[in-house]
């Protein structure tokens, strides 16, 4: 699908390395690459391997054939019945500002709701302010507690949204 010359599509197996490297520099440029984020998960350079788990899915954004971003549900183990953590949602700055981020995430909204899921969940840090106002523009609110079992302990925002 093609909107105002971005592309949006599932992930592809040979988008691996360049997705992992476009979230580990979102991460250096914030100074979050640390223990216990994304930045040290072994998944991250697997991630077209990851998403092909059952009532998963993951969108790329891409411009010319450069990849802008990307944005992904996945059935995280131990979330409430009906639940899907929205995952892996970053954005290069170049094209931050552009709408881009909000028609990933509602793509990911929609591909929810298509598999089934009732609401979703997700964890950030205060460093990335511009995106939890997004998320919270978007009808998701904050929750005192992690939910689930992704493994990201050095995240402390917790939040949820029904669908």
Same mark, same amino acid.
């Given at each position: ?52 788990? $059952? ?58 709701? $298509? ?49």
């Amino acid at each position: 699908m093609n909107i105002n010359g971005v592309t949006y599509r599932i992930i592809e197996s040979g988008d691996n390395k360049e997705l992992a490297e476009l979230i580990r520099s979102v991460f250096r440029e914030f100074r979050i690459d640390r223990p216990g984020t994304v930045y040290f998960d072994p998944t991250t350079d697997n991630l077209y391997e990851l998403f092909r788990a $059952q009532g998963s899915v993951y969108w790329i954004a891409e411009e010319n054939g450069v990849m802008a971003g990307g944005c992904g549900v996945y059935p995280t183990p131990g979330l409430p019945e009906g639940y899907a953590e929205l995952v892996k949602f970053y954005l290069l700055p170049q094209w931050r500002g552009k709408g881009i981020g909000r028609t990933l995430m509602e793509k990911c909204f929609e591909s929810a709701k $298509q598999i089934g899921y009732v609401g979703l969940y997700l964890e950030s840090l205060p460093e990335l302010s511009r995106a939890v106002s997004m998320y919270i523009k978007s009808g998701f609110s904050h929750i005192p507690h992690a939910l689930g079992n992704s493994g990201h302990f050095g995240c402390n925002i917790w939040m949820v949204k029904e669908l």
